[in-house]
C-alpha cells in the first residue's frame, strides 16, 4: 500500500475513533444531567457506565492496532 492510501486509511480509522470518542462524551453529559435531576436508579447508571467503559476499550484497542499497521 502507497503511503498516500495508508494515511488515507489512517484518517478514516481516527475519524472513526473520534465518533466514538464523541459518543462517550454525549453519554457522559447525558448521564451527569439525568443524575442531577435524581432521576435515574443506580442499576441503570451502571449500564451506561458499562456502554462507555465498551466504547472506550474499543478505542484504545483501534489506536493500538493503527499503531501497529504502520
Known sequence: MNEEKLLK???LELQTLSGKA???NAL???LNKAIEGGELDTEYITDVV????????????N????????
Open 9 to 11: 486509511v489512517w484518517n
Open 50 to 61: 458499562d456502554i462507555m467503559a465498551r466504547f472506550a476499550i474499543n478505542i484504545i484497542d
Open 22 to 24: 464523541e459518543s462517550i
Open 28 to 30: 457522559a453529559h447525558t
Open 63 to 70: 489506536v493500538g492496532e493503527i499503531e501497529a499497521e504502520g
